[in-house]
């Protein structure tokens, strides 16, 4: 295995290296006044909406498509489609609602969606920024616009999944709630809360000599599970590896068992290490393949470490344990001594 960068955890206690890496931080920590502010921004969008016209079936496009699907698809009376090119498929007319994200610069490709979507009839909802061309090419009787104002593509989609369920699509949202549950996580994860007791440099602490393997059980947390491993590659750079039970576990399984007598400092090995992602969900089949990892990591010597955010809604639970995974990314970023990587 390859030599790697040393992590030193000292790095995380000390005033000096935090008041650099402040900058970083503090934008993890303002997650929940974006909210705050995101549904403030929206409140007149969010209040024309509502439960009239139904529609046939539900077309999300943009940022955090995916996440709107993973809240929606168990609930939503309706068929519910993530679309992940640009276009429409065929079959998308005036009975059909395009939902589109774009929190951030819009790309030409879902400006021609959006532009598709209007001439087809379809009722749109757009969450983006003022100046944003969306605004310019949706604009029809039968678009809603989400005003935008911080660029953050979660708070988007927490503002327009609270729109869903104004028009009984999608299970309630308590915006205030999913903020709160991620101001609870900057204050645990804060740089001046000592390493025993911050999950984060937890986290960090047990990837910093290790090639991640980042596993979540429900939907949700497999998706948070992506945008960890996102950010540990970017904090680290090296790889990190997010997918489900049955792919890691030959990863897991072909570790070589450590030699007694090496010499830790010659040549040190790249082991892998298994952060797990606990959101609470504890369905038989996913307590079945935890089941699985762990007692593969425990045969092979891997070390575990667990992610938990297990209070409050679904959406509550994703955003917290999201927040905590990518904190454990920037002070690993931080133990390397790579202060210039963001996630």
């Known amino acids: 295995m390859a030599c790697m960068t040393v992590f030193d ?61 993973a809240l929606l698809e168990p609930v939503c009376p309706v068929p519910f489609v993530a679309w992940p090119v640009a276009g429409l498929p065929g079959w998308v007319g005036p ?31 757009i969450a983006c920024p003022d100046g944003s061309p969306l605004t310019e090419h949706a604009a029809s009787s039968s678009t809603i616009r989400l005003v ?3 660029g953050d593509s979660l708070s988007a989609a927490v503002v327009m999944l609270a729109g869903l369920h ?29 390493l025993a007791t911050n999950p984060g440099k937890e986290m960090a602490l047990a990837v910093g000599e290790a090639q991640p393997l980042v596993w979540g059980g429900s939907v949700l947390a497999s998706r948070a599970s992506r945008r960890v491993a996102e950010g540990l590659r970017a904090a680290s750079g090296r790889p990190a590896l997010a997918a489900d039970a ?17 010499d830790p400092f010659d040549d040190p090995e790249v082991r892998p290490a298994l952060v797990i992602l606990d959101d609470g969900n504890t369905e038989a089949w996913i307590r079945a393949a935890r089941g699985r990892l762990l007692a593969a990591a425990e045969r092979h010597d891997v070390r575990v470490t667990v992610v938990v955010a297990d209070e409050g809604a679904d959406i509550d639970r994703y955003a917290a344990l999201l927040q905590q995974g990518l904190y454990g990314c920037h002070y690993l970023a931080i133990g390397l001594g790579r202060l210039g990587n963001r996630t």
């Open 95 to 125: 009975l059909d609602l395009v939902v589109i994200l774009a929190a951030e610069a819009a790309e030409p490709a879902l400006v021609a969606t959006a532009r598709e979507a209007v001439r087809r009839g379809a009722q749109v909802i």
């Open 166 to 194: 104004r028009m009984e699509l999608g299970p309630p949202v308590a915006i205030e709630q999913v903020a709160e549950a991620v101001d609870d996580m900057a204050r645990r994860c804060s740089p001046y809360t000592d």
């Open 148 to 150: 935008t104002r911080t």
């Open 246 to 262: 049955d792919a890691l576990l030959p990863v897991v399984e072909g570790v070589t068992e450590r030699d007694p007598f090496a």
């Open 9 to 69: 955890d000292a790095l995380l206690e000390d005033e000096r290296v935090l008041a650099a890496a402040d900058p970083v931080l503090r934008h993890l920590a303002e997650a929940g006044s974006r909210l705050r502010i995101e549904a403030a921004a929206a409140e007149s969008g969010l209040a024309a909406l509502g439960t009239d016209d139904r529609p046939r079936a539900v077309i999300a496009v943009g940022g955090e498509a995916r996440l709107v699907r």
